[in-house]
């Protein structure tokens, strides 16, 4: 009897406390992964599925550091920074992460603008009633109300699933791609590896993990929870970007069809999987474009007011926090507004949205893992040897894929 009203207690504790973990790592499969991912599909079938099990163990060890940080000292990153590199450095850094954060708004705006199209609205309609809609369980809310929200929403990404299974994908050829995968190393094939790969970390992604666990108000005692939360939220992120590019693999790349946008592969699988299937992609990319567009001004206005000692939060009323709505409203309006520019040119403000990410994320991680170690800061919890390693080869590696990547786009 005992023992399971302790199973229901560590049950009920670990419902309390999931939710950033999950949450952080639905919103990595956005607009810019599913486009990486089903371009990959489109382009190497099955042979690039063994990039995602780096890709987890890179998303993992990141959101594991965030979390512990954030547990161990009541601080988002942002505060941090702040209080151990100056407000100068601080400034410059996050005048960088607003534009940003601006250009991957945009992303998942068109990615809005692409699905609605498929499902016949247009792009008139739907993305400012997405705005506004965004704006108001934003401003209206409160964390918890928008966490649920959240969560939900993570779910609907398992309709890439659905959509997987319909293309009736060959499981042996899969299995043979996971062991032996078959790869021509042109550059067009390592830019993809780096892209896959590269896209699992984005510099804001690590402010909002941070930040939303020390929102929830957890600390050191929840770690463990918190670990398993982060652990699902990883797991889940790799599991949509397998069925996705299994999709696409099973389909387009069979019949010889190469896209650019995730809006072209839900388009491409309607004569090969039929409308369903079509529709059914064209879903997940609507909610996770949706899902995006929720999250990041949230973020962005989040961290930037912590860095600059501003309120911040959804608990808090407009009067409360007025630079935080005014930053998340300005962050929603500027990436709604640019979609809506006829002939705007949308493939080159997402490479220079990604040019722009990838050279702030090496700086982000190098403080990332300064901070973490340091006594002053962490105290007891700050990283041992073996968390060192793995996150000093993290960095490095990510820091190594993403200039590898600024050179691909800007060179190439």
Same mark, same amino acid.
């Given at each position: 009897?005992?023992?399971?009203?302790?199973? $229901?207690?560590?049950?009920?504790?670990?419902?309390?406390?999931?939710?950033?973990? !999950?949450?952080?790592?639905?919103?990595?499969?956005?607009?810019?992964?599913?486009?990486?991912?089903?371009?990959?599909?489109?382009?190497?079938?099955?042979?690039?599925?063994?990039?995602?099990?780096?890709?987890?163990?890179?998303?993992?060890?990141?959101?594991?550091?965030?979390?512990?940080?954030?547990?161990?000292?009541?601080?988002?990153?942002?505060?941090?920074?702040?209080?151990?590199?100056?407000?100068?450095?601080?400034?410059?850094?996050?005048?960088?992460?607003?534009?940003?954060?601006?250009?991957?708004?945009?992303?998942?705006?068109?990615?809005?603008?692409?699905?609605?199209?498929?499902?016949?609205?247009?792009?008139?309609?739907?993305?400012?009633?997405?705005?506004?809609?965004?704006?108001?369980?934003?401003?209206?809310?409160?964390?918890?109300?928008?966490?649920?929200?959240?969560? !939900?929403?993570?779910?609907?990404?398992?309709?890439?699933?659905?959509?997987?299974?319909?293309?009736? /994908?060959? $499981?042996?050829?899969?299995?043979?791609?996971?062991?032996?995968?078959?790869?021509?190393?042109?550059?067009?094939?390592?830019?993809?590896?780096?892209?896959?790969?590269?896209?699992?970390?984005?510099?804001?992604?690590?402010?909002?993990?941070?930040?939303?666990?020390?929102?929830?108000?957890?600390?050191?005692?929840?770690?463990?929870?918190?670990?398993?939360?982060?652990?699902?939220?990883?797991?889940?992120?790799?599991?949509?970007?397998?069925?996705?590019?299994?999709?696409?693999?099973?389909?387009?790349?069979?019949?010889?069809?190469? !896209?650019?946008?995730?809006?072209?592969?839900?388009?491409?699988?309607?004569?090969?999987?039929?409308?369903?299937?079509?529709?059914?992609?064209?879903?997940?990319?609507?909610?996770?474009?949706?899902?995006?567009?929720?999250?990041?001004?949230?973020?962005?206005?989040?961290?930037?007011?912590?860095?600059?000692?501003?309120?911040?939060?959804?608990?808090?009323? $407009?009067?409360?926090?007025?630079?935080?709505?005014?930053?998340?409203?300005?962050?929603?309006?500027?990436?709604?507004?640019?979609?809506?520019? /006829?002939?705007? /040119?949308?493939?080159?403000?997402?490479?220079?949205?990604?040019?722009?990410?990838?050279?702030?994320?090496?700086?982000?991680?190098?403080?990332?893992?300064?901070?973490?170690?340091?006594?002053?800061?962490?105290?007891?919890?700050?990283?041992?040897?073996?968390?060192?390693?793995?996150?000093?080869?993290?960095?490095? !590696?990510?820091?190594?894929?993403?200039?590898?990547?600024?050179?691909?786009?800007?060179?190439?």
């Amino acid at each position: 009897m005992n023992r399971r009203k302790t199973l $229901w207690k560590q049950l009920a504790l670990l419902l309390a406390v999931i939710g950033p973990g !999950i949450v952080t790592g639905s919103v990595d499969n956005d607009a810019g992964g599913i486009t990486t991912y089903s371009v990959a599909g489109s382009l190497h079938g099955f042979n690039m599925l063994w990039t995602l099990g780096p890709a987890f163990l890179v998303l993992i060890a990141v959101q594991e550091m965030n979390s512990r940080m954030g547990l161990a000292t009541g601080k988002g990153l942002a505060d941090l920074i702040r209080e151990n590199a100056g407000v100068k450095i601080t400034f410059f850094l996050f005048a960088a992460l607003f534009v940003a954060d601006v250009g991957n708004t945009t992303t998942e705006f068109a990615g809005i603008a692409g699905s609605s199209e498929i499902l016949g609205i247009s792009k008139y309609i739907s993305v400012p009633l997405v705005a506004a809609l965004v704006w108001f369980v934003v401003v209206k809310g409160t964390y918890k109300s928008a966490e649920r929200l959240f969560l !939900i929403f993570s779910t609907f990404l398992l309709s890439y699933v659905v959509s997987a299974l319909m293309a009736n /994908p060959d $499981w042996n050829e899969i299995g043979k791609a996971l062991v032996h995968p078959k790869v021509d190393w042109n550059r067009g094939a390592v830019e993809l590896v780096v892209g896959l790969i590269g896209t699992t970390v984005a510099p804001w992604m690590m402010f909002y993990m941070q930040s939303a666990v020390t929102e929830k108000g957890l600390t050191m005692k929840d770690y463990k929870f918190t670990l398993i939360d982060v652990t699902f939220g990883c797991l889940l992120t790799v599991v949509v970007a397998f069925f996705i590019m299994v999709a696409c693999g099973s389909t387009l790349h069979v019949h010889g069809i190469h !896209i650019e946008k995730a809006a072209d592969a839900a388009r491409a699988l309607e004569p090969l999987a039929g409308r369903f299937a079509s529709l059914i992609f064209s879903l997940g990319l609507f909610v996770a474009s949706f899902f995006s567009a929720c999250i990041l001004p949230v973020a962005s206005s989040f961290y930037i007011c912590e860095a600059f000692g501003f309120e911040a939060g959804i608990d808090k009323s $407009w009067k409360e926090a007025p630079q935080f709505y005014t930053l998340f409203t300005a962050i929603l309006g500027l990436g709604a507004l640019v979609i809506m520019i /006829p002939g705007i /040119p949308l493939v080159r403000i997402t490479i220079l949205t990604q040019v722009l990410n990838g050279l702030l994320l090496p700086l982000v991680l190098l403080g990332m893992m300064l901070l973490s170690g340091k006594r002053e800061v962490m105290g007891a919890h700050v990283n041992g040897p073996v968390t060192s390693i793995i996150g000093w080869t993290t960095t490095v !590696i990510l820091s190594l894929l993403s200039l590898t990547l600024i050179g691909l786009t800007v060179f190439g």
